[in-house]
């Protein structure tokens, strides 16, 4: 990886585990704790794709793993986010444009629920077993919930802010040579780009209108 990619990554993902420890984690919420750091490998994954998705996802899991007040094997974690991370990074979009929501929601809601029984299911092999004493199908359905819901407010910042230091400032060049924001798509439901092609459209008519004016007032002056 790319030295800024690993800066902001390292960063992202420090800030994401704390706010997670000190904050989500202490509001004693029904279920399942909103899992920042799982979207901040997500957005991070989108953007970089598969194999930059598996090393952000490892190294956000043993942090995690290592930082307190942790209670499980080291490497438990960081061997889910890697998994999460490689196949989060598959769904990267191949112009790096996000046409609509859907797709991106999917990705969290399949992560969440991919996430909470990848760690079960590992948990189980080294004889953790206290999803099964909190009730798994109950920890699914919150996990998948918190996370879609805080979804929208994480991922398209953590995908700009990737995108800026891969010095791409979230924009595409389309056919016209316009330029349109990735991430829009997201936060509009998809009408983020058509508003963008409405208004350079509503700037060109604006253009070639100030000219045809211009062209009729010389030929008043020729007159």
């Known amino acids: 990886m790319r030295v800024n990619r690993i800066l902001l990554s390292v960063s992202l993902v420090v800030v994401a585990l704390v706010i997670q420890v000190s904050v989500l984690a202490r509001l004693h919420l029904p279920g399942a704790v909103p899992d920042l750091l799982l979207l901040t490998v997500l957005g991070l994954a989108l953007v970089y794709g598969h194999v930059g998705g598996a090393l952000v996802g490892f190294g956000a899991g043993l942090l995690a793993d290592l930082a307190p007040p942790a209670d499980h094997a080291a490497g438990r974690y960081a061997l889910v986010l890697c998994v999460v991370g ?11 444009r996000l046409r609509s929501a859907t797709g ?18 590992v948990g189980a092999l080294v004889g953790d077993t206290a999803a099964r004493h909190v009730g798994l199908p109950s920890l699914l359905f919150t996990a998948s919930l918190y996370d879609l819901l805080l979804a929208p407010f994480v991922v398209p910042g953590i995908m700009a802010l990737a995108r800026r230091a891969d010095n791409d400032p979230l924009a595409e060049t389309n056919s016209a040579g316009q330029k349109t924001d ?36 010389k030929g008043v002056k020729r007159l």
């Open 104 to 121: 991106p929601m999917a990705v969290v809601v399949v992560a969440a629920i991919g996430t909470t029984l990848l760690y079960a299911g």
């Open 182 to 217: 990735i991430a829009s798509g997201w936060l509009s439901g998809g009408t983020g780009l058509r508003i963008g092609g409405q208004r350079n459209g509503l700037r060109a008519k604006a253009a070639r209108a100030r000219v045809a004016r211009a062209g009729r007032i």
């Open 86 to 96: 490689y196949l989060a990074g598959l769904a990267k979009p191949e112009n790096g």
